[in-house]
Structures are given as structure tokens and as C-alpha cells.
């Protein structure tokens, strides 16, 4: 069963989860949920950073730019006080959506640089082809401190038809024209040796391809509490 908590351990290191799982839930007797409370809460932000400024790892999984917890109108008249203090509630009446800001219980300079992951992640989400892109995109070196990394997690979305173009259009479309122009080069030069005429330097410069951007490095975490 896998766990639902906000924070666990695997080994020397701490995951947090910056994401709905913040908020606990309280089931009643007759199935009613009841938001309980909203982590962290100042003492286990606290233990947070104890862990990290004492050489402990942490690693922190952001879900998406804006935390939004969706629930009843009627779950939502029952939320703590403090809980409703630290967050926007939004409702048509029906449904009603929490908004949690995005690392809130971090020091501002680690915060910002977690807000500015997230702002890159978006991008190669936003330019990348959905089924080429990891589970996980993790943050790349260089960092401070070390000992903290901040990962995105992705929702995994079924196998569709529709997806594949554009996975078709980013593997072949820029290939076929690079492959179509050093395919010519090459079959020029081979006439140039046996004819012994000099290759052009147009000819020269289309054999040269500039190599694609570098991905983010990334990983898939799995945890069996």
C-alpha cells in the first residue's frame, strides 16, 4: 500500500511531497472527509531543516505551479482555521479548490531557487514531447547545498495515437533534412576525389550538424512504504 503522507524517509534521506498530499484528511464513522490539518506545521518545518543544515539529504517532489486540492463545498466549511489562514479557497457553490502556495515553509533563498526549477521544468514540459519526457525530471548540478534536490513529478498519461506525432515530428523531421544534406555532401565529395575537384566550402559547412540541447537529467522514484 502505498503511503499518502506528506514526508518519508528512505535511509539518510527525507521526501517531501509539495503537493495535495500537504493537506490531511480525517475519515468519520459514516464516510464523511474532513481536512484535519495542513503540513507543515511550524515544528516539523523546523525538523525539516534540521535535517538538512545536519548533513541529512533532502529531496523535495513538486507536483505543478500552483497547489489546488479539490473538494466539496461542504468539506470545505470544515476547515481549520489555520488551515483557511494559509491558503485561497475558491467555490462555485458545489466544488470548492484550495490553493496552497508552492514551498512556503522554506527559507526565501531555497524557495526561490525550488521556484526557479519549477519555472525551467515547465518549459521542457511545455517543449518537449509528452511521451519522450521522464517521470521524474530532476534537478541539475551545479546546487547549494547539495544535500537538497528538487524533482518534478508527472502525472503518467495513457498511450494514445494522437501523441505520437509529436514524437514523429521531433525524431524525423529535423534528422531527414540533416541526414538528406550529408548524404549529398558526402556523395559530392566522392565526386570531387574521382574527378580530383576541390569541395566547396558550402559543401564543408552542410556536413557540420550543432549537437540538440541537453535534456534535464531525470530518474524514476518508486517507494514501497
Same mark, same amino acid.
Given at each position: 500500500m502505498s503511503s499518502t503522507s506528506a514526508s518519508l524517509k528512505c535511509g539518510n534521506t527525507l521526501v517531501v511531497f509539495d503537493g495535495p498530499r500537504r493537506l490531511a484528511w480525517r475519515t468519520s464513522i459514516s464516510g464523511d472527509y474532513t481536512p484535519t490539518a495542513l503540513w507543515p506545521s511550524p515544528a516539523q518545518a523546523a525538523q525539516v531543516l534540521d535535517h538538512l543544515y545536519g548533513g541529512g539529504c533532502l529531496l523535495v517532489l513538486l507536483e505543478q505551479e500552483r497547489i489546488s486540492v479539490p473538494?466539496?463545498? +461542504?468539506?470545505?466549511?470544515?476547515?481549520?482555521? *489555520?488551515?483557511?489562514?494559509? =491558503? $485561497?479557497l475558491t467555490s462555485d457553490g458545489v466544488v470548492s479548490e484550495l490553493h496552497l502556495p508552492v514551498l512556503d515553509w522554506m527559507p526565501p533563498a531555497l524557495r526561490e531557487r525550488g521556484l526557479r526549477f519549477l519555472e525551467n521544468s515547465t518549459g521542457l514540459l511545455r517543449e518537449s514531447p509528452d511521451l519522450l519526457l521522464p517521470h521524474l525530471i530532476v534537478e541539475?548540478?551545479?546546487?547549494?547545498?547539495?544535500?537538497?534536490?528538487?524533482?518534478?513529478?508527472?502525472?503518467?498519461?495513457?498511450?494514445? +495515437?494522437?501523441?505520437?506525432?509529436?514524437?514523429? *515530428?521531433?525524431?524525423?523531421? =529535423? $534528422?531527414?533534412?540533416?541526414?538528406?544534406?550529408?548524404?549529398?555532401?558526402?556523395?559530392?565529395?566522392?565526386?570531387?576525389?574521382?574527378?580530383?575537384?576541390?569541395?566547396?566550402?558550402?559543401?564543408?559547412?552542410?556536413?557540420?550538424?550543432p549537437a540538440g540541447s541537453a535534456m534535464a537529467g531525470a530518474h524514476t522514484w518508486e517507494t514501497t512504504p
Open positions: 473538494m466539496y463545498a +461542504e468539506e470545505a466549511d470544515r476547515l481549520p482555521p *489555520d488551515v483557511a489562514a494559509r =491558503a $485561497d541539475t548540478p551545479p546546487y547549494q547545498p547539495e544535500n537538497l534536490r528538487f524533482a518534478r513529478l508527472r502525472t503518467p498519461r495513457p498511450f494514445s +495515437e494522437d501523441r505520437l506525432a509529436p514524437v514523429t *515530428d521531433h525524431l524525423f523531421t =529535423a $534528422d531527414i533534412a540533416v541526414t538528406a544534406a550529408i548524404s549529398n555532401a558526402a556523395a559530392i565529395s566522392n565526386a570531387a576525389v574521382i574527378s580530383d575537384t576541390a569541395v566547396t566550402p558550402d559543401i564543408a559547412a552542410a556536413v557540420m550538424c
